[in-house]
């Protein structure tokens, strides 16, 4: 299985379709925002939310969707990375509900080589996100600073650090 990709394996114009999608809960929403201290009632109060927005219910807190995406992208984007270095733009184009699957894809915009490290580059790409209709609900790009593959083979290859099991003899 990937997880994360070399400076080398990624080319401007490849789009990344990450997988599975996931399904977003009442209790995820509400666990997002006790973590992070929003408590604003339109996350929070559905009898708020129904009787007071133009939504008449719930929306998921847009930093969850954000968080989520930025998770799903983990295994086709930044895996290997060294640094995440900038979010350049962040957009919350829809609404998203209890309810809701969410879907990603990540474009590659750019690619640089460090100026400084002939060992690492820096890959600049966007996200979107999309509900099960494919309504766009969150676009973002970013810069990623990725390793070369000499880099990878350097530090141990592929899974560095992992140990090998010890069977011990009964």
């Given at each position: 299985m990937r997880f994360g990709r070399t400076f080398e394996e990624f080319a401007v114009g490849d789009v990344y379709k990450h997988w599975p999608g996931k399904t977003v809960t009442e209790y995820d929403d509400h666990l997002f925002c006790l973590l992070t201290m929003n408590h604003h009632p339109l996350h929070m109060d559905s009898n708020y939310a129904e009787k007071t927005t133009d939504f008449g219910r719930n929306v998921v807190v847009g930093n969850y969707i954000y968080s989520l995406l930025l998770g799903m992208?983990?295994?086709?984007?930044?895996?290997?990375?060294?640094?995440?270095?900038?979010?350049?733009?962040?957009?919350?184009?829809?609404?998203?509900?209890?309810?809701?699957?969410?879907?990603g894809e990540t474009k590659v915009l750019d690619k640089t080589p460090s100026r400084s490290k002939s060992d690492r580059g820096i890959v600049h790409v966007e996200t979107i996100g999309y509900k099960q209709d494919g309504t766009v609900v969150c676009v973002f790009r970013r810069k990623v600073m990725v390793p070369t593959a000499t880099y990878v083979k350097e530090r141990g290859g592929e899974q560095p650090g992992r140990p090998e099991p010890i069977i011990r003899e009964k």
């Open positions: 992208s983990v295994p086709d984007v930044s895996g290997k990375a060294i640094a995440n270095l900038e979010v350049e733009s962040l957009k919350h184009i829809a609404p998203t509900f209890h309810g809701d699957t969410i879907y």
